[in-house]
């Protein structure tokens, strides 16, 4: 995940397309599989944020990972940090990417900006969290990372 230095900073996010087969339309990190011939998952991180939205990786200074995330669907995700530096580029891939967008480093620090909701999932009630903005629904996974890279910036 990326975080946006300069005068107006946050989380880099995008909008999955929605002809994807899997998580479609759906609010997530710039990422994907880690493939046999990434380094780490720090590179992987890079590749895939540079195939996504066309970030340049020489714009990405590395700060480390955050703990893997175990989905209920059955993905590990593996949280990697970055600065980016002011004025980077992006860039959205047609294939996979409907929109680039922030959560402003100003709610994440909000510790009342997150909400727990509660919905039933293929017959089961499951909670999950949401975060506010403006135009995108930020739930699920996408939003429970964020969760915790908020409380691990606040201290907590």
């Known amino acids: 995940m990326g975080v946006a230095a300069?005068?107006?900073?946050?989380?880099?996010?995008?909008?999955?397309?929605?002809?994807?087969?899997?998580?479609?339309?759906?609010?997530?990190?710039?990422?994907?599989?880690?493939?046999?011939?990434?380094?780490?998952?720090?590179?992987?991180?890079?590749?895939?944020?540079?195939?996504?939205?066309?970030?340049?990786?020489?714009?990405?200074?590395?700060?480390?990972?955050?703990?893997?995330?175990?989905?209920?669907?059955?993905?590990?995700?593996?949280?990697?940090?970055?600065?980016?530096?002011?004025?980077?580029?992006t860039r959205p891939s047609a294939q996979e990417v409907d929109a680039i967008f922030q959560l402003p480093l100003a709610t994440l620090l909000d510790p009342r900006a997150p909400q727990r909701r509660r919905a039933e999932f293929s017959g089961a009630w499951r909670e999950y969290w949401v975060w506010p903005h403006p135009e995108q629904h930020i739930w699920g996974a996408t939003a429970a990372i964020l969760v915790h890279l908020a409380r691990r910036l606040r201290g907590g």
């Open 6 to 89: 300069g005068p107006a900073p946050g989380v880099l996010l995008t909008r999955r397309t929605a002809h994807l087969r899997q998580h479609s339309g759906q609010v997530s990190f710039p990422g994907g599989r880690i493939d046999p011939t990434d380094a780490s998952p720090e590179a992987a991180a890079l590749r895939e944020a540079n195939e996504e939205v066309g970030l340049d990786p020489d714009h990405a200074e590395i700060l480390g990972r955050l703990h893997d995330y175990a989905t209920g669907t059955g993905y590990r995700i593996t949280p990697v940090l970055a600065l980016l530096a002011p004025g980077y580029l």
